[in-house]
T-cell receptor, first 116, second 116 residues
């Protein structure tokens, strides 16, 4: 059973508009969430993270929102640029659960295409 | 050279072959990981090493054998694999096991393995 779900395999957005990528999780022990970005033929790269003590974290054009009651997080990219076209992975961990707390559980990813 | 380097980038092997995947990190990190990404599945953690000691074996079949001679190098020895083992194998490293903002995962570009 998937504990981290990215229900949209793909998303297309016009350049300059907002991209919203969604992620749902089922494990209530998860308390730290990360987004990774992956270009073809490259490994994933860390983008932004959020702890469960916050509901928002912003870094430049990227903002992650966390709704703990809904077990939902989203990544907003504003404004979207063609270079943002990549696969975005949501990941979660129960960072204070002791043994195995470093294990990241990943979603399947959402492929974002930003159209010029 | 910086970052996490994996060789080879592509590997085709028969079911009776023995081969090894190599990973080297130049980031001074203490933890190294092997992940597997199969088609249409999330990234799956296989093995974790911290200060050269294996801390996690995520129920991986014995036909996959990791080796970590030092904190900078990680190998994955492959023996009598099955076609369903065909996947992208990603190596990653982190400063420590906390996986927080000051210690995110840094991934290599992966080895695309095909078992025939």
């Amino acid at each position: 059973d998937q504990q981290v779900k990215q229900n949209s395999p793909s998303l297309s957005v016009q350049e300059g508009r907002i991209s919203i990528l969604n992620c749902d999780y089922t494990n209530s022990m998860f308390d730290y969430f990360l987004w990774y970005k992956k270009y073809p033929a490259e490994g994933p790269t860390f983008l932004i993270s959020i702890s469960s003590i916050k509901d928002k974290n912003e870094d430049g054009r990227f903002t992650v929102f966390l709704n703990k009651s809904a077990k939902h997080l989203s990544l907003h990219i504003v404004p979207s640029q063609p270079g943002d076209s990549a696969v975005y992975f949501c990941a979660a961990t129960a960072s204070y659960s002791g043994a195995g707390s470093y294990q990241l559980t990943f979603g399947k990813g959402t492929k974002l295409s930003v159209i010029p | 050279e910086t970052g996490v380097t994996q060789t080879p980038r592509h590997l085709v092997m028969g079911m009776t072959n023995k081969k090894s995947l190599k990973c080297e990190q130049h980031l001074g990190h203490n933890a190294m990981y092997w992940y597997k990404q199969s088609a249409k599945k999330p990234l799956e953690l296989m093995f974790v090493y911290n200060f050269k000691e294996q801390t996690e074996n995520n129920s991986v079949p014995s036909r996959f054998s990791p080796e970590c001679p030092n904190s900078s190098h990680l190998f994955l020895h492959l023996h009598t694999l099955q076609p369903e083992d065909s996947a992208l194998y990603l190596c990653a490293s982190s400063q420590d096991l906390s996986l927080h903002d000051n210690s995110p995962l840094h991934f290599g570009n992966g080895t695309r393995l095909t078992v025939t």
